[in-house]
């Protein structure tokens, strides 16, 4: 019942971060919210079973798959508002103000790959998902992967709209999520 109640308040936040953007399909907010449904699902099905037998196997790739998560998306809000500059949000704007920086950031984590954001989040789930992967987890991961990979190709076309020939430049010399892979 908690668990329900922690799932309630996780999609009435994600409701209030993504308002503007859910009516608009074409928005990468209205694929995020879905993403962020499946990883809150996934998180809350396996919180039972994240500190039992802390020495098995999965639980010890898990642990690193979520530091990593951490600091990755760290890092990436770092760079964010350190060199993207965000402007805030604008009235009537489908995208927080965090998201709608200024400048292309080509540096740290960026220079590797054009969403480490989504990465951390990749991440985050694949940890959870080590934590018990029973079906219902391995379908919320996948759900989670599929909706994060439509948030970042959603967002390649609006980038390409903010940041033109440069962001082009930029999508030729990076990759989408892992770097020299994917």
Same mark, same amino acid.
């Given at each position: 019942?908690?668990?329900?109640?922690?799932?309630?308040?996780?999609?009435?936040?994600?409701?209030?971060?993504?308002?503007?953007?859910?009516?608009?399909?074409?928005?990468?907010?209205?694929?995020?919210?879905?993403?962020? #449904?499946?990883?809150?699902? =996934?998180?809350?099905?396996?919180?039972?079973?994240?500190?039992?037998?802390?020495?098995?196997?999965?639980?010890?790739?898990?642990?690193?798959?979520?530091?990593?998560?951490?600091?990755?998306?760290?890092?990436?809000?770092?760079? =964010?508002?350190?060199?993207?500059?965000?402007?805030?949000?604008? #009235?009537?704007?489908?995208?927080?103000?965090?998201?709608?920086?200024?400048?292309?950031?080509?540096?740290?984590?960026?220079?590797?790959?054009?969403?480490?954001?989504?990465?951390?989040?990749?991440?985050?789930? =694949?940890?959870?998902?080590?934590?018990?992967?029973?079906? =219902?987890?391995?379908?919320?991961?996948?759900?989670?992967?599929?909706?994060?990979?439509?948030?970042?190709?959603? #967002? #390649?076309?609006?980038?390409?709209?903010?940041?033109?020939?440069?962001?082009?430049?930029?999508?030729?010399?990076?990759?989408?999520?892992?770097?020299?892979?994917?």
């Amino acid at each position: 019942m908690a668990r329900l109640a922690l799932f309630g308040l996780a999609t009435l936040g994600n409701v209030l971060l993504s308002r503007r953007s859910l009516p608009e399909t074409s928005s990468h907010g209205f694929y995020r919210f879905f993403a962020f #449904e499946f990883l809150a699902g =996934l998180l809350l099905l396996n919180l039972p079973h994240w500190f039992r037998r802390p020495l098995a196997p999965r639980q010890l790739l898990s642990w690193p798959s979520l530091v990593a998560s951490a600091a990755l998306a760290g890092h990436g809000f770092y760079l =964010l508002r350190l060199v993207g500059r965000p402007r805030g949000r604008a #009235e009537g704007a489908l995208i927080p103000g965090f998201e709608d920086t200024s400048q292309l950031v080509r540096v740290g984590a960026y220079r590797y790959i054009r969403h480490p954001l989504y990465s951390s989040l990749l991440l985050l789930g =694949l940890g959870a998902w080590l934590k018990d992967p029973s079906r =219902l987890a391995t379908k919320l991961l996948v759900g989670a992967a599929g909706f994060l990979v439509n948030t970042a190709l959603a #967002e #390649e076309k609006e980038n390409a709209g903010r940041f033109g020939p440069a962001y082009e430049e930029y999508r030729r010399q990076t990759r989408l999520f892992v770097p020299g892979v994917f």
